[in-house]
């Protein structure tokens, strides 16, 4: 066999392999964050949050017509394919490096040489978390790395054929492809300082002058294009209309045409690039006009020109500031650090890049936020450091280039971004671009390998080349692969499908839902919009209401909000100065009535006071240096929405909202019905025990949370215990009531649909009420706790919760064997007293307390205690 052809075999090995890899563990539907959005805006042509990727919802669009598959499924292939054609993107441009480090590939052991680094970088990358991660899910960064991954390989393709006649058309394609790619993400102009390097090369010398001399033109080009075409060329049409926008582009077309007529060979490249740029930035249009058809997601409703450039300049999420002074301060957490500096490396430096960079190549922690150095033993990192050493020694130049792009989609993210501390999640997701350039060098540490044992062994080094790619191979990607698969198989994943379902099937007809960010919203607009689920129920998201473009869609569009807002007042939302602290919200006689009937009957209570309002305060949310407290707009429209409502329609809040963005003391009339929380005019009503139940016993949806093959991540397995948090309310509430035939079925309910092996409890408060519950429902679990000596340090806690259910007995052996492992613990001793006291058995109370005072003879409070029981007859 030739070994082109090998060549042309090792990449298509590279793309199958990859690409099956990711159809095994492909998420079966819809994930949680973003993609529940793009799928839904794909299905429907909608406009999602700022700043669009046009480009990447046409093309799902057409993925929406396969005809088959879960719709979120469909979507998902997208990525799937996206990174499959990257990993042989990947094999291809090590061979280039390779070839252009050689000089030239003439000899099978030079093809070989460059066949193997090939294949070990790219699937070396493939198998990296952040880009395994973003492979198997509906979201624009597989697309954008895709495009990164092609101009990369363009630009090297055109270097080996920049003397041939017609080279310019890769870099016309390069410019178009630029184009296009901000039609998915921004992040690919960052390669533009490696497309320079490689073009510079070829017709300059590397020295210090010309080094700064191209740097300067690739941020000219960057800022060309981002703001410059992107937010700059836009706001043309504001003074001359979109008329406007068609003379400049006309213009450039007939600009490249007389630069090509009159052989200005440079200048036909400059306008030619420009006119291809635009061309492939006109996908924006699609976001002018599917807003100006008021699609059901229309974020920021850009449909006029001022709104379009607003949307673009992404003015909803606050003004950028590059003042890391000025970050630090206003973080959350500035306390921990001790200047911006600090603030700068501790922070954006070390926990925002530094972390995610060695979780790629070293390795990542249980808890999924530190670095394990044992996953790996650093074995990635450390070939990819002998492929930056012997890149560096023997091609320079290209070394130069392969660094521009890993500084650039890198470090310089961090300094562009200046993020706050802390972040709502993790964002490694935007650093794919710098893992991706490392891992060329991995890929390039094969060769390094080779090169070094040339060195000492000479020609003998040349026949162990197959040994050694076999054994990098297996030590570097294969053992990455292995590892990481566990954690990056979403097959059987359904949580954010099943929980955005339960949210919605928990509310009555025709409820407003108030949710809190990204993850309890995108998912319910996806099922609303592409299956229809309960389309009735109105989601006002908390963080959008501070908006008034979403305020007006909100007043407007069906199923209507109510409020009480005429445009004026919206188009002049704000923060409201607090007229005191105390609110009152009429309550309808009727309404009213029938409420407290079923409030009694649910409790059993004789009478129930009929409420004519509720009462209740607001700690201001934002108060000014003179102790002035102010208003949100969010906190402001939901009280102006619930005066509005008048009760006509059930009001609830996602358990995910934060009770600072609940209106203070309002949360005492929420009535936890499971994932959601209703309004009523009862204080306490704390939950509804025949509502709670047909949810999570007849309605909910729990898919796989107890199959032990399908892996749930650390923050999945944190918002799982909601629903633990149900359930125990609801056995809670027939344990104080002694109906422990019924606590103990929903506790075996329970346990049965979300498995604890499969779903292990974060919450240790919770754990151990469970246990509690599950002593009073079996008397034969507390000798299972009592023989277990990992549950030794819990007993006294467990006790204490069965003692709050009226259950002293019962908790007696436990405080007792707790007491005699730690005779020194107050508290305990304290506990097991009340529990004699409540049993009747004052010897032991003697007993315990005589115990206690050998032990601290000057505690006079026992000694009293002491004195007391033994006076007793």
């Known amino acids: 066999m030739q070994v082109k052809t090998v060549h042309r075999l090792a990449a298509a090995i590279a793309f199958v392999v990859s690409t099956f890899i990711y159809l095994l563990t492909m998420a079966p539907t819809m994930s949680f964050w973003d993609c529940g959005e793009f799928i839904a805006c794909s299905y429907i042509l909608g406009v999602p949050h700022p700043p669009g990727s046009p480009l990447f919802l046409l093309v799902g669009h057409l993925f929406t017509f396969i005809p088959f598959g879960d719709p979120g499924w469909k979507l998902n292939l997208i990525s799937v394919l996206s990174s499959g054609v990257t990993v042989m993107l990947t094999y291809l441009i090590i061979v280039h490096l390779v070839r252009q480090w050689k000089g030239e590939l003439k000899e099978d052991s030079d093809w070989y040489l460059a066949i193997f680094s090939g294949l070990i970088g790219a699937f070396t990358f493939a198998f990296t978390h952040s880009f395994w991660f973003n492979a198997v899910e509906t979201e624009v960064y597989a697309a954008s790395m895709l495009f990164t991954a092609l101009v990369v390989w363009l630009i090297l393709v055109w270097s080996t054929k920049a003397d041939e006649p017609g080279n310019e058309r890769y870099l016309l394609l390069i410019a178009y492809i630029i184009g296009l790619a901000i039609g998915v993400h921004l992040l690919n102009v960052l390669a533009i300082p490696f497309v320079a390097l490689i073009f510079f090369y070829k017709h300059y010398e590397l020295n210090i002058k010309n080094f700064i001399a191209v740097s300067v033109i690739s941020a000219a080009i960057i800022l060309a294009i981002y703001p410059g075409m992107v937010i700059y060329l836009p706001q043309i049409a504001l003074s001359f209309g979109f008329l406007g926008l068609g003379v400049v582009f006309v213009a450039v077309m007939v600009a490249s045409y007389w630069a090509i007529r009159n052989h200005k060979h440079v200048a036909s490249l400059i306008f030619s690039s420009m006119l291809l740029i635009m061309i492939g930035y006109s996908t924006y249009s699609m976001i002018y006009i599917r807003s100006g058809l008021d699609p059901a997601i229309d974020e920021n409703d850009p449909e006029t020109v001022e709104r379009f450039i607003y949307y673009m300049k992404r003015e909803q999420y606050g003004e950028h500031t590059f003042d890391r002074t000025e970050v630090w301060k206003n973080s959350q957490n500035s306390r921990q650090y001790d200047s911006a500096w600090d603030f700068f490396w501790k922070y954006q430096i070390n926990k925002m890049y530094n972390r995610y960079f060695l979780w790629q190549f070293v390795g ?5 936020a530190s670095v394990d150095p044992r996953q790996f033993l650093g074995l990635p990192l450390l070939l990819g450091l002998i492929g930056v050493y012997w890149h560096a020694r023997r091609d320079p130049k290209r070394a130069l280039a392969v660094f521009a792009l890993f500084f650039m989609t890198g470090i310089a993210i961090v300094l562009y971004l200046n993020q706050p501390d802390p972040q709502p999640r993790e964002r490694d997701y935007s650093y794919v671009g710098s893992f991706f ?4 060098w991995v890929g390039l540490g094969y060769a390094g390998v080779m090169e070094l044992l040339k060195e000492a062994f000479k020609d003998k080094a040349e026949k162990w080349k197959v040994a050694v790619f076999l054994v990098l191979m297996l030590i570097v990607p294969a053992h990455m692969l292995a590892k990481n698969y566990e954690t990056h ?20 007809p025709d409820a407003i839902l108030f949710t809190n960010g990204d993850n309890d919203t995108f998912p319910l607009w996806y099922l609303q919009e592409v299956e229809h689920v309960r389309k009735d129920v109105r989601i006002v998201n908390l963080s959008l209401l501070n908006t008034d473009w979403y305020i007006k869609q909100l007043r407007d569009w069906e199923p209507r909000v109510p409020m009480r807002m005429s445009d004026f007042e919206i188009e002049r939302v704000g923060v409201r100065r607090m007229d005191g602290n105390t609110f009152e919200l009429p309550v309808p006689k009727d309404y009213a009535m029938k409420e407290a009937k079923r409030f009694q009957e649910e409790f059993q209570l004789s009478n129930v006071q009929i409420p004519d309002k509720i009462k209740f305060k607001v700690t201001p949310p934002l108060r000014a240096p003179d102790g002035t407290g102010y208003l949100r707009t969010q906190d402001w429209m939901i009280m102006n929405i619930l005066a509005a409502n008048k009760w006509r329609r059930p009001i609830y809040f996602a358990v995910t909202v934060p009770k600072s963005n609940m209106l203070g003391e309002l949360y005492d009339y929420f009535r936890m019905d499971g994932l959601v929380m209703k309004l009523v005019p009862f204080k306490n009503w704390q939950m509804s025990p025949p509502e709670l139940e047909k949810n999570l016993l007849t309605r909910y949806k729990y898919r796989n949370l107890n199959n032990p093959d399908v892996y749930f991540n650390w923050n999945i397995k944190s918002l799982l215990q909601n629903y633990r948090s149900a359930f125990l309310q609801l056995t809670d509430f027939y344990a104080k009531r002694r109906n422990y035939e019924k606590a103990r079925e929903i506790l075996e309910f329970m346990n049965q649909k979300i498995s604890p092996e ?14 509690a519950f599950r002593i009073v429902t079996d008397s034969t679990y507390v000798d299972s706790l009592l023989a277990d000596d990992s549950r030794v340090k819990d007993l006294a806690v467990i006790a204490e919760h069965v003692m709050r259910l009226g259950n002293p007995k019962v908790a007696l052996p436990l405080l007792e064997k707790a007491y005699e492992l730690e005779p020194t613990n107050p508290r305990t001793l304290a506990t097991l007293i009340n529990a004699y006291q409540m049993t009747n058995n004052r010897e032991k109370i003697i007993r315990s307390l005589e115990n206690w005072l050998k032990l601290f003879p000057d505690d006079q409070t026992a000694r009293r205690m002491l004195n007391a029981y033994q006076k007793q007859e």
Do not use: K, Q
């Open 489 to 508: 198989d979403r097959s059987g994943n359904y949580v954010a499908w099943d929980y955005s379902y339960n949210m919605l099937i928990s509310c009555e």
């Open 758 to 771: 499969v779903i292990p409890w974060t919450n240790r408060t919770m754990h151990l009420v469970t246990d």
């Open 437 to 440: 350039a490392f891992s060329l």
């Open 364 to 368: 990542m922690g249980e808890d999924e």
